[in-house]
């Protein structure tokens, strides 16, 4: 970066953010760095390597340590053995040394680095989420394996909430690895000023304090999104405002953003979009994990999208959420009491369906539920008959009819919650 120009970020936030990696690599412990899709975090790394000042002001002993990065997007790693080659003759260009007996034993190699420099590795891998979308838990036993043999320091980027219920699982392979975790969090409104101002200096060109403010209010703190505003406005200067929010490549951008995103944060911020209540009980790690990383905000008991062009491409891409509850005995449909359109016995199975959250329901539990007394003599007829009533009553409402699920042999489940 060239030293006439403003910061990305204030260094008050930077030092915020990084501090918590470079604790980690002073106590040893193994660190998982948590973001939101799409995030910064390579950009932020490489202006950590590159300011030495800040490393020694939060690392005691900093000259001590090399820090290697690799990046699991790109590089073609696969095997602990492809892996380790790239870590030594990575340390070797680094520390510019030659061996007059070559190791291929990693330990070995980082026993003679400390000996013969002084100096500990530092290995920081950026794209860790691959390793869990490929199910490569080899990679992380090799990781959890050299941290406690103790001559490797390890930051771990992944963009991905590490505690949902699919990466706790993936987790759950890989013995010993109990990382501390630090998350990345979309930035604050000075930031994002000061971004701006970064790449109007960077790029020569300038926008009004008006259109600062409206940067922010559309983008929130995604500095993915507030760059891409910038460069539309800056090869664009006459153009419509309406199309700075709309163009392709904004547009692509959301969808990056937004597919980045695992299920349960997407149903989560399909919900909260839709303006309905997250009462799943098994998206509350989801609903940490955007609070956490300032994606969504609380107000009061309702939830709110941080990024606004993010919430408007949801409604404008994402089919319609429906969600169904129980509410003083009422059949509720994403807010509305919907019992009005259904006779008793419709109303019955809808409850029953709406009570066991996605459950197959048998046929004769169904029967027994809206027929007590008839001690499990019923007609299938009858049943279906209701069943396909209630299916077109809810076509009526809007309702796709595949939430209604018919399972040959089974029985009938209702998706609660469904896009």
């Known amino acids: 970066m060239k030293a006439h120009m403003v910061p990305p970020i204030r260094e008050s936030t930077f030092k915020a953010?990084?501090?918590?990696?470079?604790?980690?690599?002073?106590?040893?412990?193994?660190?998982?760095?948590?973001?939101?899709?799409a995030s910064d975090r390579q950009r932020r790394l490489l202006n950590l390597l590159n300011q030495p000042h800040t490393i020694a002001s939060l690392l005691?002993?900093?000259?001590k340590y090399i820090f290697i990065?690799?990046?699991?997007?790109?590089?073609?790693?696969t095997t602990s053995e492809q892996l380790e080659s790239l870590l030594m003759t990575r340390i070797k260009k680094e520390l510019v040394v030659s061996w007059q007996e070559e190791s291929k034993d990693i330990v070995e190699f980082l026993k003679k680095i400390q000996k013969q420099s002084g100096k500990t590795i530092v290995f920081a891998a950026i794209g860790?989420?691959?390793?869990?979308?490929?199910?490569?838990?080899?990679?992380l036993i090799w990781s959890t394996i050299q941290q406690r043999?103790?001559?490797?320091?390890?930051?771990?980027?992944?963009?991905?909430?590490?505690?949902?219920s699919d990466h706790v699982r993936f987790f759950g392979n890989v013995p010993a690895f109990q990382p501390r975790i630090a998350t990345m969090t979309l930035y604050e409104k000075e930031d994002v000023i000061q971004f701006i101002h970064y790449k109007e200096d960077e790029w020569k060109?300038?926008?009004?304090?008006?259109?600062?403010?409206?940067?922010?209010?559309?983008c929130g703190g995604m500095l993915l999104l507030v760059k891409e505003a910038l460069w539309y406005l800056r090869d664009n200067p006459h153009a419509p405002l309406a199309n700075v929010w709309n163009h392709m490549e904004m547009q692509f951008n959301l969808a990056t953003l937004w597919n980045g995103f695992g299920e349960p944060e997407k149903r989560t911020l399909a919900a909260i979009a839709n303006n309905l209540p997250v009462t799943d009980f098994s998206l509350s790690q989801s609903i940490h994990y955007l609070l956490v990383a300032r994606v969504i905000q609380q107000k009061g008991n309702t939830f709110i999208i941080s990024i606004p062009l993010l919430q408007q491409y949801i409604l404008r891409t994402i089919p319609k959420i429906y969600t169904f509850t129980i509410s003083d005995h009422s059949i509720v449909l994403n807010g509305t009491p919907i019992d009005a359109n259904f006779s008793k016995s419709e109303r019955q199975v809808l409850m029953k369906l709406i009570?066991?959250?996605?459950?197959?329901?048998?046929?004769?539990?169904?029967a027994n539920f809206v027929w007590p007394d008839n001690h499990g003599d019923y007609s299938d007829w009858a049943l279906d008959s209701i069943i396909s009533r209630i299916r077109k009553k809810l076509g009526q409402l809007g309702v796709p009819p595949r939430i209604l699920s018919v399972e040959k042999k089974r029985g009938i489940s209702l998706k609660t919650s469904c896009l």
């Open 149 to 164: 043999l103790g001559f490797l320091r390890q930051i771990l980027f992944f963009e991905a909430n590490l505690l949902d």
């Open 60 to 63: 005691p002993n900093a000259n």
């Open 69 to 77: 990065s690799v990046d699991f997007r790109v590089d073609s790693v």
């Open 205 to 218: 060109f300038s926008v009004s304090d008006t259109m600062k403010e409206s940067i922010y209010a559309h």
């Open 355 to 366: 009570t066991e959250n996605n459950v197959v329901v048998t046929r004769t539990d169904l």
């Open 128 to 139: 860790c989420e691959k390793l869990t979308h490929e199910n490569n838990t080899n990679l």
């Open 17 to 37: 953010m990084v501090a918590p990696w470079l604790a980690a690599v002073h106590k040893k412990d193994l660190l998982a760095v948590m973001s939101y899709p």
